[in-house]
């Protein structure tokens, strides 16, 4: 299995800051990667996927980049509706795997 | 647009088999060119994907799970189906079933979720 590792599991910012996650996987994954918001009590919210592309109606402050096995995902300026939880996933191969997980929250 | 309903019992005994439905409205699971995938999330932690299922009804299961699990599909009533055996306390999780847009494959569309407890 391709292992995701997210850091940091948790950070702080206020709004307007540019925030900034980090997903590493186990091995290189080709871009094959998708980001994901969830708030408490709903589902999963695809953000982006192949790394970089922006889901239909996805706000355009949320961006991804990185290549083999390393991979950011920006917010260029924290609204509060962003206070969540995100998650990085590989579908390079099966099975799909996620990481652990980035809790955004209220400086 | 496609919305996706998880319904199933909230309680399981342990031993037995937890079975969950996804209704699909709003579009045809024959239709193609689709995964439909179950994932789950342990309170308080990340996610786990199961498995998904084709129309066809090919699968593809976690290794992980692959002994307990059964993911069928009911085109006639465009629904797919998750049977989880021998289920013990650490199968409590709150069940999601999505759509996987295959390429990427990538869940786009999501259930809003059932949370189902194993407990005598």
């Known amino acids: 299995d391709i292992q995701m590792t997210q850091s940091p599991s948790s950070l702080s910012a206020s709004v307007g800051d540019r925030v900034t996650i980090t997903c590493r996987a186990s091995?290189?994954?080709?871009?094959?990667l998708a980001w994901y918001q969830q708030k408490p009590g709903k589902a999963p919210k695809l953000l982006l996927y192949?790394?970089?592309r922006l889901e239909s109606g996805v706000p355009s402050r949320f961006s991804g980049s990185g290549s083999g096995t390393d991979y950011t995902l920006t917010i260029s300026s924290l609204q509060p509706e962003d206070f969540a939880t995100y998650y990085c996933q590989q579908y390079y191969s099966t099975p799909r795997t996620f990481g652990g997980g980035t809790k955004v929250e209220i400086k | 647009q496609v919305q996706l309903q998880e319904s199933g019992p909230g309680l399981v005994k342990p031993s037995q088999t937890l079975s969950l439905t996804c209704t699909v409205s709003g579009g045809s699971i024959s239709s193609g060119g689709y995964y439909w995938s179950w994932i789950r999330q342990h309170p308080g932690k990340g996610l786990e994907w199961i498995g998904y299922i084709y129309y066809s009804g090919s699968t593809y299961y976690n290794p992980s799970l692959k002994s307990r699990v059964t993911i069928s599909v009911d085109t006639s009533k465009n629904q797919f189906s998750l049977k989880l055996s021998s289920v013990t306390a650490a199968d409590t999780a709150v069940y999601y079933c999505a759509r996987d847009l295959l390429v990427p494959s990538a869940f786009d569309i999501w259930g809003q979720g059932t949370m189902v407890t194993v407990s005598s």
């Open positions: 192949a790394a970089s």
């Open positions: 091995q290189g994954i080709s871009n094959s």
